[in-house]
């Protein structure tokens, strides 16, 4: 399955244009009245490793990894905790597995500033308490249910309840001091409780500052500065100019490298933004590869073997005996798998083994 990110973003922050420069749409932008219906767009992850492993095995298919952006298609009204997400919307973000929140640092006469001008702080002040309030929303509504089920509840089940009623109780306070759940400290057993209700201020957040050309020359050193203030580990900021990056996605591809040079930009915003999602949802690809199909996927970092198996099928998963590693630089050195297997570099590894970025694996498995 595609990693999934949700765009949020206040009224005229650009969160739209983003979404289009994310993912070469051309979604219209320029409404900025509340909406259920969400754009989707699923782009290709960039690998440069993909090239080489298709020259050598000659795929019938070839496929890279892909992340699956949705632009939600909500402006927030006002700064206050008056208002929440929708239902339906509330419905689409919350099996994402990340959220990229656009955040308005741009001058433009056609698009009227906020009240108040351009403050990136206190946007992200007012996103962070939108989502706040709506999962503070659901701990309501839990531990109303939680009561209910305790009056008639027998004493193995009354424990259980008693315990989620504290977590859910400690979760609440925080939440009301503005701290989102991803900031709050957890051991296993309560962040196992806590991820049945994916609450969107659990999920981690890509801060997109988008800024107008003429910030362009300094964007290297506000995102330094930015990520010195607000980056973590749940957290990541990159800036951009949306504007500028949704106009080149309809050019020409060695003049829109030509225009992106003269800013002095190294790679696309499409590109940008992937590689932020990897690196704040620590993710890594490994390959499969033969005759039928080279293929990426992707995984988080740490994954054991016998979990990567599962990304495959279930099956593989379910009857795994070891899996055949060799890592994509020593394949491509080699040459061919059969140059691997004499050279002695394909290694054979149980179900613990942590699968590496780059690896390329055949589980064998029996069901």
């Known amino acids: ?139 309501e509504k839990r531990l109303n249910r939680i009561g209910s089920q305790m009056k008639g509840a027998k004493p193995p089940e009354r424990a259980a309840l008693e315990r989620e009623k504290e977590l859910m109780a400690r979760i609440k306070e925080a939440m009301e001091k503005d701290i989102p759940a991803r900031d709050i400290e957890l051991d296993e057993e309560e962040a196992k409780i806590l991820s049945g209700y994916q609450f969107l201020s659990s999920k981690p957040v890509l801060m997109v500052i988008n800024i107008g050309e003429d910030d362009l020359p300094k ?68 390959f499969t590869v033969g005759p039928d199909e080279v293929r990426a996927w992707t995984i988080t970092r740490g994954t054991i073997a016998q979990k990567a198996a599962g990304k495959i099928h279930s099956d593989i998963e379910r009857g795994f005996i070891r899996a055949e590693i060799v890592h994509v630089n020593d394949l491509l050195a080699a040459g061919s798998l059969a140059e691997v297997r004499k050279r002695g570099q394909l290694r054979l590894e149980g179900k613990t083994y942590l699968v590496q970025d780059g690896d390329t694996a055949n589980f064998l498995f029996n069901v």
């Open 219 to 286: 964007a290297a050193e506000m995102e330094a500065e930015l990520n010195g203030r607000y980056g973590g580990k749940n957290y990541r900021v990159i800036v951009m100019c949306g504007k500028l990056e949704a106009e080149l996605i309809n050019m020409d591809e060695a003049e829109a490298a030509e225009f992106r040079s003269s800013y002095g930009l190294k790679e696309t915003g499409l590109d940008r933004t992937i590689r932020a999602s990897y690196e704040l949802l620590d993710l890594i690809s490994f």
């Open 1 to 139: 399955m595609a990693v999934t990110i949700g765009i949020i973003g206040l009224a005229k922050s650009g969160r739209t244009t983003i979404f289009n420069a994310a993912t070469r749409s051309n979604a219209a932008t320029g409404s900025y009245s509340q909406s259920s219906s969400a754009n989707v767009g699923i782009v290709k992850v960039p690998d440069a490793r993909l090239t080489p492993l298709e020259e050598m095995f000659h795929p019938k298919k070839l496929t890279p990894a892909e992340i699956k952006y949705f632009d939600v298609g909500a402006s927030l009204k006002g700064g206050t905790k008056d208002s929440s997400f929708s239902g339906e919307l509330l419905t689409q973000l919350q099996n994402v597995d990340a959220l990229l929140n656009v955040i308005r640092a741009f001058e433009d006469t056609a698009i009227p500033l906020p009240a108040g001008g351009l403050n990136a702080e206190r946007d992200l002040t007012t996103m962070n308490a939108e989502l706040i309030f709506s999962d503070l929303t659901i701990i």
